[in-house]
């Protein structure tokens, strides 16, 4: 079986050192870049990554656009790192995509937890396939279609959509949202869940109506 690459984008050496010994010792396959337009280079020319580490501040394109770049052509899922530890920062990240956000300094073995969390959810395995209203989830694939066509969603979207598929009819409070689908303690808040079923909403076009607003508390996705 192929070891999965990692494409680590950051213009410290010394932390791409950090970060690729922590990974290669999971078995990861890790390449380095130590610009945006190095890492957009490699990115397109190599069809086969399955994660990319990103951090913001960098010379020549930083994290912000070379994400944008990344998301023109791919979902793949995508970890910011960043020095700056804003909440408009990370509603900017998710604005743009960012699956997760880790600010500097941060434990190499929480990166890599969060890394192998990621990767076991968007590689799938459990074959387990939900459909209501129309909306089809297929875990396995990582694949959501609305009456027979596909649309596309970022890892995040996906995951939200899952969640709620899978409670169907139940009340989630953003707190309960955000402890099982953003996990690993993340100390985001409520405009984070919002943004993102705002842009899932969007996607689901009609369908998006199936995910209902309970004021003051959080959402139901009820067909």
């Given at each position: 079986m192929?070891k999965?690459?990692?494409?680590?984008?950051?213009?410290?050496?010394?932390?791409?050192?950090?970060?690729?010994?922590?990974?290669?010792?999971?078995d990861?396959?890790?390449?380095?870049?130590?610009?945006?337009?190095?890492?957009?280079?490699?990115?397109?020319?190599?069809?086969?990554?399955?994660?990319?580490?990103?951090?913001?501040?960098?010379?020549?394109?930083?994290?912000?656009?070379?994400?944008?770049?990344?998301?023109?052509?791919?979902?793949?899922?995508?970890?910011?790192?960043?020095?700056?530890?804003?909440?408009?920062?990370?509603?900017?990240?998710?604005?743009?995509?960012?699956?997760?956000?880790?600010?500097?300094?941060?434990?190499?073995k929480?990166?890599?937890?969060?890394?192998?969390?990621?990767?076991?959810?968007?590689?799938?395995?459990?074959?387990?396939?939900?459909?209501?209203?129309?909306?089809?989830?297929?875990?396995?694939?990582?694949?959501?279609?609305?009456?027979?066509?596909?649309?596309?969603?970022?890892?995040?979207?996906?995951?939200?959509?899952?969640?709620?598929?899978s409670?169907?009819?139940?009340?989630?409070?953003?707190?309960?949202?955000?402890?099982?689908?953003?996990?690993?303690?993340?100390?985001?808040?409520?405009?984070?869940?919002?943004?993102?079923?705002?842009?899932l909403?969007?996607?689901?076009?009609?369908?998006g109506?199936?995910?209902?607003?309970?004021?003051?508390?959080?959402?139901k996705?009820?067909?």
């Open positions: 192929d999965k690459k990692i494409l680590v984008v950051d213009d410290e050496a010394r932390l791409r050192k950090l970060v690729k010994d922590f990974l290669v010792h999971e990861y396959e890790v390449i380095e870049a130590g610009d945006g337009e190095e890492a957009s280079d490699i990115f397109f020319k190599d069809k086969d990554i399955a994660l990319v580490i990103l951090d913001v501040m960098m010379p020549k394109m930083d994290g912000w656009e070379t994400c944008r770049q990344i998301r023109k052509y791919s979902q793949v899922p995508i970890i910011m790192l960043t020095a700056k530890s804003e909440e408009r920062d990370e509603l900017k990240g998710f604005e743009l995509g960012v699956d997760e956000y880790i600010s500097k300094p941060f434990s190499p929480v990166l890599v937890a969060r890394v192998n969390a990621v990767l076991r959810r968007t590689s799938g395995g459990e074959g387990d396939v939900i459909e209501a209203g129309g909306i089809k989830l297929d875990r396995s694939a990582h694949q959501v279609s609305i009456d027979g066509n596909i649309i596309e969603l970022s890892f995040k979207e996906f995951e939200l959509l899952d969640y709620f598929m409670n169907q009819g139940v009340a989630l409070s953003r707190d309960k949202i955000l402890n099982n689908v953003w996990n690993y303690d993340y100390y985001g808040d409520a405009r984070t869940i919002d943004t993102h079923v705002k842009k909403r969007a996607k689901l076009g009609d369908k109506e199936n995910i209902r607003t309970i004021w003051g508390m959080g959402y996705f009820e067909v």
